[in-house]
């Protein structure tokens, strides 16, 4: 199945994805997930024509993680041999609101996997070479986990990973949902994703995890969301993402969203080439829907509509 080794010290165990694994890991995605996403939209991109040493037609805006003004790269969210090497259709956020046999829309076809322009070609390139590989391992071991577990994971699992790589790929993954204005509310998360060795987070950052392979990918950038505590309401920023095996959620000034989440914000402490084996039980959540933190089932969605139907009465014409 997989093979695991340590070529040195500096380096996370290096992981071979068996064939019939992701298959299998595929296969089931196909039957419970949605190729449906959110659409991606860059706000003040636009495309230029082709000209001096740039010939081809190319995107220009603002960097989402630098600022800088200038051509932007195509990021993938997640990097694309995150499983995210294959078409996916992009809805609109209505088409969101809509389970996928009820959307009127058909939406357009990204054949190049989920993503957008919203990086520009350093940037890109710096982040996809300092932690892109590493994050990549993390999902196969998540899809590993899955596989083997026949998608009912109840124990306490191990991950090898260099945690500080893998948090700071969700962070950058997390400036590409947002608009490019978005950086200047937190400044310390692009100073934590430009330097790779800088650790620690001030404590309004908290990032969650969960295992995720049933219903639409959930690409969600900044919003409020309102959360119960006890007898009480907290009101908390959320960016959430969410691509098989794995949901990500950033949460900035607020407390745990939802108890079903898993904290990694641990992984900060780590040094930039310390491997880690991390105790890990993520639940796992699905998305049906593109209303952040929302992970009731197909089911409990249905139930409750229909249950708001009847409190409406029969409609009169």
Not at 75 to 85: I, L, Q
Not at 96 to 124: D, I, M, P
Not at 138 to 160: F, K
Request: proline share 7%; aromatic share 10%.
């Amino acid at each position: 199945m997989w093979r695991v080794g340590v070529p040195d010290v500096n380096m996370c165990p290096s992981v071979a994805v068996d064939l019939d694994m992701r298959l299998d890991f595929e296969r089931c995605c196909g039957v419970l997930f949605s190729v449906a996403c959110l659409q991606m939209v860059p706000l003040g991109l636009r495309q230029t024509r082709g000209r001096g040493d740039y010939p081809m037609a190319r995107y220009e805006g603002t960097c989402h993680l630098c600022g800088k003004v200038g051509p932007l790269s195509f990021e993938h969210v997640p990097p694309r041999r995150a499983f995210n090497d294959q078409p996916v259709r992009q809805i609109s956020l209505e088409g969101s609101f809509q389970f996928e046999n009820e959307r009127a829309e058909k939406g357009a076809v990204s054949q190049r996997g989920a993503g957008a322009y919203t990086l520009c070609e350093r940037c890109n390139n710096l982040t996809g070479k300092w932690y892109a590989k590493d994050f990549v391992k993390w999902c196969g071991q998540g899809a590993e986990i899955l596989v083997r577990s026949e998608y009912r994971p109840t124990l306490i699992y191990l991950h090898y990973v260099l945690p500080l790589r893998v948090l700071k790929q969700i962070l950058t993954m997390c400036f590409s949902m947002n608009t490019p204005s978005w950086r200047e509310s937190v400044p310390e998360l692009e100073q934590f994703v430009l330097d790779r060795d800088r650790r620690w987070l001030p404590p309004r950052y908290r990032v969650f995890v969960y295992y995720n392979v049933e219903g639409t990918m959930r690409r969600v950038g900044n919003s409020i969301a309102m959360v119960n505590l006890n007898e009480s309401h907290d009101v908390v920023q959320v960016t959430e993402i969410s691509h098989p095996p794995f949901g990500y959620v950033l949460t900035v000034d607020g407390s745990r969203p939802d108890d079903r989440l898993f904290e990694i914000t641990h992984f900060q402490r780590y040094e930039y080439g310390e491997i880690e084996v991390a105790f890990l039980r993520p639940e796992i959540l699905p998305t049906h829907l593109g209303i952040p933190l929302d992970y009731r089932s197909r089911e409990e969605i249905e139930n409750q509509i229909a249950l708001s139907s009847a409190a409406d009465g029969p409609s009169h014409d």
